[in-house]
């Protein structure tokens, strides 16, 4: 197990700034993840990690070595790419077997762990087979099976699993938990999924436009985010958000003026416009009805309900206002149906409608 650590690491390509510069710590054997949509930065990072592109700001140290001129074969990682990166005309073996072979490794220590990786991984009868006879999953796992022969001191994945189904997804997840669970490697891993960054990851790096939003784990991250942007990308579906404005009274109320607050969960100071942002989690729906329109009730009608199974999802129309709630599956309010809605302050998040800041009690 191997720390590593980026020292106001940053990239640029010319006038563009990929990376800001940011401090991290990747701690012996954790799993991180780099979380965040196309063109963030998250990707580049993990590049500059494993030394394929350059650093143009800032230092990397891998093992308290620093790394920034190091070729890459010489950085003891291994990279997991999101599509396999096979050789289609070789056997898993052989695969498996390429870097050990480069490497001049006995031909009798190849064997030794090329076997032991793929009974690890559930490939020890799909050696002799090439990669077009196998399944996308079988095929992550083999270029799986082939950075865990090098016995990296980082292993780094680049959305391995973004070109599989949903169902394959969910099993390679809860495989890629088992694995680190058993290898304890330090590990980095990038995805534009939320629900893979919060299933597999010890912390999450959330980024944005090149910029750190945000590192925690994924409790955190759910429970605190530190702005609007993070709030909207942890959390499936995504948080509601609406804007409030204080009137002559003291009250906040939305834009469409469907909605009003007596008051906020936290002291807004002197601001007089905020973003109130609610999880559709932490809607409660009652379908009785009800006429009220108190601090604590609000009357909604149901636009649509999508079953998922356990669950449904319920978009629901509070005059002009929109918001989407999830409930139980089993006899939930249908189109049509008029409901009333309850938030929990305690469960309400505020932002600064102009920096998008979290603001906190």
């Given at each position: 197990?191997?720390?590593?650590?980026?020292?106001?690491?940053?990239?640029?390509?010319?006038?563009?700034?990929?990376?800001?510069?940011?401090?991290?710590?990747?701690?012996e054997?954790?799993?991180?993840?780099?979380?965040?949509?196309?063109?963030?930065?998250?990707?580049?990072?993990?590049?500059?990690?494993?030394?394929?592109?350059?650093?143009?700001?800032?230092?990397?140290?891998?093992?308290?070595?620093?790394?920034?001129?190091?070729?890459?074969?010489?950085?003891?990682?291994?990279?997991?790419?999101?599509?396999?990166?096979?050789?289609?005309?070789?056997?898993?073996?052989?695969?498996?077997?390429?870097?050990?072979k480069?490497?001049?490794?006995?031909?009798?220590?190849?064997?030794?762990?090329?076997?032991?990786?793929?009974?690890?991984?559930?490939?020890?009868?799909?050696?002799?087979?090439k990669?077009?006879?196998?399944?996308?999953?079988?095929?992550q796992?083999?270029?799986?099976?082939?950075?865990?022969?090098?016995?990296?001191?980082?292993?780094?994945?680049?959305?391995?699993?973004?070109?599989?189904?949903?169902?394959?997804?969910?099993?390679?997840?809860?495989?890629?938990?088992?694995?680190?669970?058993?290898?304890?490697?330090?590990?980095?891993?990038?995805?534009?999924?939320?629900?893979?960054?919060?299933?597999?990851?010890?912390?999450?790096?959330?980024?944005?436009g090149?910029?750190?939003?945000?590192?925690?784990?994924?409790r955190?991250?759910?429970d605190?985010?530190?702005?609007?942007?993070?709030?909207?990308?942890?959390?499936?579906?995504?948080?509601?958000?609406?804007?409030?404005?204080?009137?002559?009274?003291?009250?906040?109320?939305?834009?469409?003026?469907?909605?009003?607050?007596?008051?906020?969960?936290?002291?807004?100071?002197?601001?007089?416009?905020?973003?109130?942002?609610?999880?559709?989690?932490?809607?409660?729906?009652?379908?009785?009805?009800?006429a009220?329109?108190?601090?604590?009730?609000?009357?909604?009608e149901?636009?649509?309900?999508?079953?998922?199974?356990?669950?449904?999802?319920?978009?629901?129309?509070?005059?002009?206002?929109?918001?989407?709630?999830?409930?139980?599956?089993?006899?939930?309010?249908?189109?049509?149906?008029?409901?009333?809605?309850?938030?929990?302050?305690?469960q309400l998040?505020?932002?600064?409608?102009?920096?998008?800041?979290?603001?906190?009690?």
């Amino acid at each position: 197990m191997t720390e590593v650590k980026l020292d106001r690491i940053g990239k640029s390509y010319g006038a563009v700034e990929a990376v800001q510069q940011f401090d991290l710590t990747i701690r012996e054997g954790e799993f991180l993840v780099l979380l965040g949509p196309s063109g963030c930065g998250k990707s580049t990072t993990l590049r500059m990690i494993a030394g394929l592109e350059s650093i143009t700001r800032g230092d990397l140290l891998i093992g308290g070595k620093r790394m920034n001129d190091v070729d890459p074969k010489d950085r003891g990682v291994a990279m997991v790419f999101q599509n396999y990166a096979l050789y289609p005309h070789k056997t898993v073996f052989d695969n498996m077997a390429m870097a050990l072979k480069l490497q001049k490794v006995d031909a009798a220590e190849i064997r030794d762990r090329v076997g032991r990786t793929a009974e690890m991984l559930g490939l020890t009868d799909y050696l002799n087979r090439k990669p077009g006879a196998l399944s996308g999953g079988q095929r992550q796992r083999v270029a799986i099976g082939r950075a865990i022969v090098r016995t990296p001191s980082v292993f780094l994945f680049d959305e391995p699993l973004s070109n599989l189904d949903a169902k394959l997804r969910v099993k390679m997840r809860m495989e890629l938990q088992e694995l680190h669970a058993r290898l304890g490697a330090t590990s980095v891993y990038v995805t534009h999924d939320q629900v893979e960054a919060m299933t597999l990851a010890d912390r999450i790096v959330i980024m944005n436009g090149g910029v750190v939003a945000q590192v925690g784990t994924p409790r955190e991250v759910y429970d605190r985010p530190a702005n609007e942007f993070v709030a909207g990308v942890v959390g499936s579906p995504a948080m509601n958000f609406l804007d409030l404005r204080r009137d002559d009274t003291g009250r906040w109320i939305s834009d469409c003026g469907s909605m009003v607050l007596a008051s906020l969960p936290v002291d807004a100071g002197a601001r007089h416009h905020v973003r109130l942002g609610v999880r559709p989690e932490h809607i409660e729906v009652s379908a009785d009805g009800g006429a009220g329109a108190d601090e604590a009730g609000y009357r909604a009608e149901v636009l649509l309900d999508e079953l998922l199974g356990a669950d449904a999802l319920l978009s629901l129309g509070i005059g002009q206002a929109r918001l989407l709630a999830r409930v139980g599956g089993l006899a939930h309010p249908v189109k049509g149906d008029a409901v009333t809605i309850r938030l929990n302050p305690a469960q309400l998040h505020v932002f600064d409608a102009d920096t998008g800041a979290a603001i906190r009690a």
